[in-house]
C-alpha cells in the first residue's frame, strides 16, 4: 500500500451569496449584511469556490481562464483567500488524498 496524505479543500460557507454584474461580483455575508464588491478574478474564484476545491486547482483554473503565469495566479489566489478569511466566508476540509 502506497502512502496516503491529506489535502486541504476550500469552499464558500454556505451563509455567503454572490451575484455577477458584468464582470465583477458582488457578495453579500449574510450573517453581518456585509457587501463585498469583487473584480473579475474574485468573481471567477468565488465561483469556483461553489464545490470544495484544492489550492491547486484554484491556481490551475485562474491560469486557465485568465492566461497567467503560475505565480502570479498564485500570488493573487493566496492575496484573494487572505480576505475571504478575514471575511469568514470559507470553510476548509482535510480529506485523503
Do not use: W
Request: net charge negative; proline share 1%.
Amino acid at each position: 500500500m502506497g502512502n496516503t496524505g491529506m489535502i486541504e479543500q476550500i469552499a464558500l460557507t454556505s451563509r455567503l451569496r454572490h451575484r455577477a454584474v458584468g464582470d465583477d461580483g458582488v457578495l453579500v455575508h449574510l450573517d453581518n449584511g456585509r457587501v463585498i464588491v469583487v473584480n473579475e478574478v474574485g468573481l471567477h474564484i468565488v465561483q469556483q469556490l461553489e464545490t470544495p476545491k484544492t489550492k491547486q486547482a484554484l491556481t490551475d483554473s485562474i491560469i486557465s481562464a485568465f492566461a497567467v503565469d503560475v505565480e502570479q495566479a498564485a500570488k493573487d489566489l493566496d492575496l484573494y483567500l487572505a480576505e475571504l478569511d478575514k471575511e469568514q466566508v470559507l470553510e476548509r476540509h482535510c480529506v485523503q488524498d
